[in-house]
């Protein structure tokens, strides 16, 4: 640590920051632009200058741009003396010159970089007096709105869409006052986390279009802390609320998980949390097809009944639902009548990575770490469409090579300019393994494309290259066996090795290959090896601990008369069996209650519905890909707005239901009481009981606030209802409060933080007053609770194989492919991305196309499960002969289709 003086007092700093970093770190406010946590410095906007004194004794000193000074001991500088303030405030208003001046109608405002900035500065009055430089606005898709007029030149965005985000498409043209950010022609921005320019941008160039819709300031929103539903990943964000609906999404900053960046998906696709046309009261169908509403009481004595009146009732719960509302479920129907509602081949891979996880002694790195490592293997996972977040944290450990060798030069981790340069020569190792071509091939040394068993055996070579004690794969082809060569030296050569693995392929062979390699460096003790798996949902290992059996074996048993009845716990049944097997077992069976917050298929057909709550409407906990339990919190109550409406959090309307079947009290009163119950039937997740937080938790005998201390209108929000504003909400389940009245400040024991404010950065660079560094560890540490940490592990054993022969296939088998936007099941009801879900069309390999006599724009048929396909089709370079890519998880493309044989593949003539 560095001593440096400042304005006369001593503060300790890191000599690997630069002295804004350090200054901002020991909570001293100095105004500043191009540079950012995550980008570093660049000293373009000469905005944080300070005065630099040789000595005690030198009275005048020189002024220096903090951003591009590191810190060295014993450096004398003064932010606030007359010279470095006097020239701050004249860069700012330098920076204005052309700025409209359009706070009042900017949809930044209150949440402006720029706005603390100048006030910081003190700067108050512009001198400019002549014609302001205007730009045409550009379309940039429907998530961006573009208003370049309001740009200072700070460079921020393209340095953040091309040199950390890789994006091709957004780009800096012009010179000196004439300097534009944005397309070279209007169209949608291609890079899946173009959404952080939004708090990238430090002011109203790139704003929120979805947001602006239903524009709200930043004081007259209610917030929650939330974790992105939408992957395995388990992003933290920030929920924001007004009038019933969510009105937008920002990046909560967590040191270990999303840091500052979150994915497109995850800050755009929520307006499924807030549709009109959604459950909101009980409905049972009656045999004339006329709907019945039931109240509350009458519901749970309708449902009570139901039990007495089917002995065996089936239980279907969801990898999108939390642990809590899917353990209810299993309390009611038993343990020996829950399903996972998983299909067989997702559950094998599921149960395999748990086992791991739990057992193996292979290290689980973070999103965060994985950027450490100087070599990855991606086995069977296309990361960009999947989990994009990953791909991202991907793309920086690519690039942290070139860090190393900067390090070595003398060159400090914050000069971004110098570092730009050394990474574009200086690259990590990436190595690829895939049926089809993926967006971060452009990154990969080199990349293997191969069906699922050809996949496999390359994999299992490269273990047997790594440790010859393993079988040896004789059938691969020379070029394949040095290529496993040469990929098992790197290996052997790197400090750091990373495999990602997971379930998307559907294989639990490629699973078991990526961990004998891994278990392989591990126990030559050599080099660190970290394992990474990633599964198709936000929940899936928390349910996968839960247990059960999977959908099929569930249908099975109501088809042997097994069992009599059904319940579905927010689950479409459409989205995992085909269409015709499905409309076939909603024909026969009418014996099916449902519960979810969606008009899915699967509630439109039950007999009995019980309306849900969303996840910006409830709390609960999931388990992430490393297995970390996080906690997410209920924003808003939807029955403030309208009390006509009855909708429960699902684990409520189980143990109610579950409590007149039993004639006892109800002993699930809020939150902590379920997390207390399997905490105590599941060991496993006792760590959440212990260490999470609960509804007792008080600041100063305060709970914490929802809303910025500034909120406005309160006595407004349900004007257009009543004008006798009733008392908010009591929120019994967690620590916070449905108001602005509350603790709102940086603290310790606050880990879950619903917004970023503080006194003066009312922008998300306000997170810097709650980190203990800038850019690291929060005040208060990060949230989430590993629950497979300090288990006991039993040693590593490999996995075996069977010898199967590999026969030319005379069929085509359908494989998955994936998009970011309509393969997650949620957001596939959310009007914005709708708008950006790409036409559904067929995958096959350019030699298939050229036999059969297909051209780039020809329509294919086929028939699958009892249901006629009708595609355009899409040429692929390299997937391989006789395989079929369909988008699995979309709308009517079940999960079922997987693997499925087509003996008749023609073209459609019109």
């Known amino acids: 640590m560095a001593r440096i003086y400042i304005d006369g007092k001593i503060y300790c700093m890191s000599e690997s920051d630069n002295l804004l970093q350090?200054?901002?770190?020991?909570?001293?406010?100095?105004?500043?632009?191009?540079?950012?946590?995550?980008?570093?410095?660049?000293?373009?906007?000469?905005?944080?200058?300070?005065?630099?004194?040789?000595?005690?004794?030198?009275?005048?000193?020189?002024?220096?741009?903090?951003?591009?000074?590191?810190?060295?001991?014993?450096?004398?500088?003064?932010?606030?003396?007359?010279?470095?303030?006097?020239?701050?405030?004249?860069?700012?208003?330098?920076?204005?010159?052309n700025h409209p001046h359009d706070c009042p109608v900017c949809e930044e405002g209150g949440n402006c970089h720029l706005q603390d900035m100048t006030v910081m500065t003190g700067h108050n009055f512009r001198s400019y007096r002549f014609s302001k430089r205007t730009h045409k606005n550009q379309y940039l898709g429907s998530f961006i709105k573009h208003e370049m007029n309001r740009?200072?030149?700070?460079?921020?965005?393209?340095?953040?869409?091309k040199d950390y985000a890789d994006g091709t498409d957004l780009d800096v043209y012009g010179t000196n006052n004439n300097i534009y950010f944005g397309r070279i022609e209007d169209g949608v921005l291609e890079n899946e986390h173009s959404g952080n320019l939004i708090e990238i941008c430090p002011t109203g160039v790139f704003t929120d279009k979805t947001h602006s819709k239903k524009y709200s300031r930043k004081w007259d929103m209610q917030y929650a802390p939330g974790i992105c539903q939408n992957c395995s990943v388990g992003c933290n964000i920030s929920i924001g609320e007004r009038y019933g609906e969510v009105r937008r999404i920002e990046n909560r900053y967590h040191e270990n998980i999303n840091h500052y960046l979150i994915c497109d998906l995850g800050r755009f696709g929520y307006s499924h949390t807030y549709l009109k046309n959604r459950p909101k009261n009980p409905i049972l169908s009656t045999i004339e097809n006329d709907p019945k509403i039931l109240s509350f009481n009458k519901s749970i004595e309708f449902a009570a009944n139901f039990f007495q009146r089917y002995k065996n009732i089936i239980g279907v719960g969801s990898i999108r639902s939390s642990i809590e509302n899917n353990f209810a479920l299993q309390e009611l129907v038993g343990r020996e009548n829950f399903s996972n509602g998983m299909s067989n081949k997702e559950y094998s891979c599921v149960k395999l990575i748990l086992n791991t996880l739990n057992n193996n002694q292979l290290y689980i790195p973070s999103l965060k770490e994985i950027e450490s490592y100087d070599t990855i293997l991606i086995l069977g996972e296309d990361l960009t469409q999947t989990s994009p977040r990953v791909a991202l944290a991907v793309r920086q450990a690519m690039k942290n090579k070139a860090k190393n060798l900067a390090k070595l030069n003398g060159i400090p981790e914050w000069n971004a300019s110098a570092l730009s340069q050394i990474s574009e020569r200086c690259k990590n190792s990436l190595y690829i393994t895939n049926t089809h071509e993926s967006k971060l091939d452009n990154v990969a040394d080199w990349c293997y494309f191969a069906s699922v068993s050809q996949q496999v055996k390359f994999i299992r070579a490269i273990a047997n290259k790594l440790d010859n004690t393993l079988p040896d794969i004789s059938s691969l082809n020379s070029h394949l066996i040095k290529k496993a060569s040469l990929i098992a030296k790197k290996i052997m050569l790197s400090k750091k090795v990373l495999i990602i693995s997971g379930s998307h392929s559907f294989s639990t062979s490629i699973i078991k290959a990526s961990i004998n390699i891994a278990i392989s460096i591990h126990q030559k003790n050599i080099n660190h090896v970290g394992v990474t798996f990633l599964t198709s949902s936000s929940n899936t290992l928390g349910l996968g601990l839960i247990g059960g059996f999977s959908i099929e074996t569930a249908l099975e048993k109501l088809k042997q008369k097994e069992a009599d009845a059904i319940i579905f716990m927010e689950y479409d049944l459409y989205r995992y069996i085909s269409k015709h097997d499905c409309d076939t077992f909603f024909k026969k069976n009418k014996n099916i209650i449902a519960i979810d917050h969606l008009y899915t298929k699967t509630y439109n057909n039950?007999?009995?519905?019980?309306?849900?709550?969303?996840?910006?409407?409830?709390?609960?906990?999931?388990?992430?890909?490393?297995?970390?339990?996080?906690?997410?919190?209920?924003?808003?109550?939807?029955?403030?707005?309208?009390?006509?409406?009855?909708?429960?959090?699902?684990w409520k309307w189980l143990h109610f239901i579950k409590s007149k079947i039993e004639k006892k009290e109800i002993s699930w009163l809020n939150l902590d009481d379920v997390i207390s119950a399997?905490?105590?039937?599941?060991?496993?997740?006792?760590k959440i009981k212990?260490?999470?937080?609960?509804?007792?938790?008080?600041?100063?005998?305060?709970?914490?606030?929802?809303?910025?201390?500034?909120?406005?209108?309160?006595?407004?929000?349900?004007?257009?209802?009543?004008?006798?504003?009733?008392?908010?909400?009591?929120?019994?389940?967690?620590?916070?409060?449905?108001?602005?009245?509350?603790?709102?400040?940086?603290?310790e024991s606050i880990s879950h933080i619903p917004f970023a404010w503080f006194p003066g950065w009312n922008s998300p660079q306000a997170w810097n007053k709650f980190q203990k560094e800038v850019g690291k560890k929060l005040i208060s540490g990060d949230s989430g609770i590993h629950v497979f940490k300090d288990n006991k592990k039993v040693s590593d054993i490999y996995?075996?194989?069977?010898?199967?022969?590999?026969?030319?296939?005379?069929?085509?088998?359908?494989?998955?492919y994936y998009h970011i936007f309509g393969n997650e099941e949620l957001t596939q009801y959310s009007s914005i991305i709708k708008e950006n879900i790409p036409l559904e069309y067929v995958l096959i390999s350019e030699l298939d196309g050229l036999e059969l006599g297909f051209k780039k724009n020809s329509i294919v048929e086929f028939n699958c499960l009892n249901q006629d396909f009708r595609l355009t089709i899409r040429l692929s370079k390299y997937l391989n002969p006789k395989q079929i890519g369909l988008p699995i998880g979309r709308k009517g493309f079940p999960i079922s289709l997987i693997g499925e044989k087509i003996k008749c593949l023609r073209e459609f003539i019109r």
Not at 23 to 42: A, D, M, R, T
Not at 47 to 74: E, F, H, R, W
Not at 620 to 646: H, W
Not at 799 to 816: A, D, M, R, V
Request: glycine share 6%.
């Open 22 to 97: 350090g200054c901002l770190s020991s909570g001293l406010n100095i105004p500043y632009f191009c540079w950012h946590p995550v980008l570093g410095s660049l000293g373009a906007c000469r905005q944080c200058a300070v005065t630099q004194y040789n000595s005690s004794s030198d009275n005048q000193g020189k002024l220096i741009m903090s951003c591009m000074t590191p810190v060295v001991d014993g450096t004398i500088i003064s932010i606030n003396d007359d010279i470095s303030k006097k020239f701050r405030s004249s860069i700012i208003e330098l920076l204005l010159t």
């Open 151 to 161: 740009c200072i030149g700070c460079y921020r965005c393209v340095r953040y869409y």
């Open 606 to 650: 039950a007999g009995f519905s019980l309306p849900a709550l969303s996840f910006a409407e409830s709390s609960g906990t999931i388990l992430n890909f490393e297995g970390r339990a996080q906690s997410f919190f209920q924003v808003y109550d939807p029955t403030f707005y309208n009390k006509k409406n009855c909708l429960h959090v699902s």
């Open 678 to 686: 399997y905490s105590n039937k599941y060991p496993i997740f006792r």
């Open 690 to 747: 212990k260490e999470g937080p609960n509804s007792f938790f008080r600041i100063n005998g305060q709970k914490i606030a929802r809303s910025p201390h500034r909120s406005s209108g309160r006595t407004a929000l349900r004007a257009n209802i009543d004008v006798h504003e009733p008392s908010q909400k009591k929120d019994i389940d967690t620590m916070f409060s449905f108001s602005m009245e509350g603790y709102n400040q940086p603290n």
């Open 799 to 816: 996995f075996n194989f069977s010898s199967n022969s590999f026969l030319k296939e005379k069929y085509w088998y359908i494989i998955p």
